[in-house]
């Protein structure tokens, strides 16, 4: 008797597997989703300029807003906008609040066990900047220059590794001090990040820091849900065809200040 009761509960659960095996086939993808809606959403920054930020209308502004445009474009549906921060911006994203995150997101083993990442849209790095008249192409040309970089940073561990003995190295407490010492000529040259670099240029000085090298490079990547291979592919898609256009190097001139590295 048990094993005729073991059988035929058995043959139940296999028979509710197969029963359920449709609505799995047929499940709605993410791309089919939007595209139906007419509307896409985006996690987006709100207080990291210059990727994401409220400009002096109050309307969200930034590299990661105009790619979330770009994007919506590219799917010929409309962009709706969710302001998050750094902690939540991913289960947003899991838990179906938005369908894609766009915000200054960097890729690494952890988020890849949990999210899927596009083609790199935007370069987040640290290097070395300095004035257009001089050429430094790597770290062993720094040799007899000095170098201004804020204590402790990232920037300042990176180039502790590379810069050779006879570089003079000056270190700073703050960002504000290192590129102080920049502008008044205490420094040659400053380590830092290219997001620290575009809001000097973009106070328009009359002694740029410009790109010699990098130290470190970490792009920023849009965030999409494990398994969304249609929407992983139609996002790829759109950010090859804007790097092919220009219009991708035209976010990050109009944003960073600079065009997209040469190796990016």
């Known amino acids: 008797m048990k094993t005729m009761l073991n059988s035929a509960l058995k043959s139940a659960v296999v028979a509710l597997s197969l029963l359920c095996l449709p609505v799995v086939a047929h499940a709605q993808d993410a791309l089919e989703s939007i595209t139906k809606a007419g509307v896409l959403k985006v996690a987006v920054p709100q207080d990291f300029p210059p990727f994401g930020s409220v400009g002096p209308d109050m309307k969200p502004r930034g590299y990661d807003i105009d790619m979330a445009e770009l994007i919506a474009k590219g799917l010929g549906v409309k962009t709706e906008l969710v302001p998050v921060t750094s902690a939540n911006r991913i289960p947003y994203l899991t838990t179906g609040k938005v369908d894609l995150v766009i915000s200054s997101l960097g890729k690494n083993p952890d988020r890849e066990k949990v999210i899927d990442f596009s083609l790199p849209y935007a370069p987040f790095y640290n290097?070395?900047?300095?004035?257009?008249?001089?050429?430094?192409?790597?770290?062993?040309?720094?040799?007899?220059?000095?170098?201004?970089?804020?204590?402790?940073?990232?920037?300042?561990?990176?180039?502790?590794?590379?810069?050779?003995?006879?570089?003079?190295?000056?270190?700073?407490?703050?960002?504000?001090?290192?590129?102080?010492?920049?502008?008044?000529?205490?420094?040659?040259?400053?380590?830092?990040?290219?997001?620290?670099?575009?809001?000097?240029?973009?106070?328009?000085?009359?002694?740029k820091p410009l790109l010699k090298f990098l130290i470190k490079n970490s792009p920023n990547y849009v965030g999409i849900n494990k398994g969304e291979t249609a929407l992983t592919e139609k996002v790829n898609a759109i950010i090859t065809a804007a790097r092919a256009d220009g219009s991708l190097d035209a976010i990050s001139k109009k944003w960073l200040g600079a065009p997209l590295p040469a190796s990016f």
């Open 127 to 207: 290097g070395v900047f300095g004035p257009e008249g001089l050429t430094i192409s790597g770290p062993e040309q720094l040799a007899g220059k000095v170098v201004g970089v804020t204590r402790g940073s990232i920037e300042d561990l990176e180039l502790t590794k590379v810069a050779p003995a006879t570089a003079d190295v000056k270190r700073y407490e703050d960002n504000n001090g290192t590129i102080s010492a920049f502008l008044s000529g205490q420094v040659e040259l400053v380590a830092t990040g290219n997001v620290v670099a575009a809001a000097i240029l973009e106070k328009n000085p009359p002694k």
